[in-house]
Nanobody
Framework: QVQLVESGGGLVQPGGSLRLSCAASGSIFSINVMAWFRQAPGKERDLVAFITMGGSPNYADSVKGRFTISRNNALNTVNLQMNSLKPEDTAVYYC???????????????WGQGTQVTVSS
């Protein structure tokens, strides 16, 4: 069984910063891409950023220059440092990881339970 657990959400004023963390645990052989998505009320879940196993990051245009994604392959964790936060960044943030549970298994996407980020004065 594989589990992803996010932490670090909360309430922050515009211009502030938050750091989200996500830890994968369980029967893990390898993790390919790790990513952060977000979903605002009444909207679809959108990709925020992803990072490859080799550490190459990619960002949505709306967060480029403000957010930084990083990962620790030894600890099976992925982080999202969010700076210069705006009210439009308010959403539930979800961690996603494509995980192989054994050498012969296919990659399977796993999701965390989500953590609320609210940017408001």
């Amino acid at each position: 069984q594989v589990q992803l657990v996010e932490s670090g959400g909360g309430l922050v004023q515009p211009g502030g910063s938050l750091r989200l963390s996500c830890a994968a645990s369980g029967s893990i052989f390898s993790i390919n891409v790790m990513a952060w998505f977000r979903q605002a009320p009444g909207k679809e879940r959108d990709l925020v950023a992803f990072i490859t196993m080799g550490g190459s990051p990619n960002y949505a245009d709306s967060v480029k220059g403000r957010f930084t994604i990083s990962r620790n392959n030894a600890l099976n964790t992925v982080n999202l440092q969010m700076n210069s936060l705006k009210p439009e960044d308010t959403a539930v943030y979800y961690c996603k990881a494509n995980i192989r549970t054994s050498r012969s298994d296919n990659l399977v996407p796993y999701w965390g339970q989500g953590t609320q980020v609210t940017v408001s004065s």
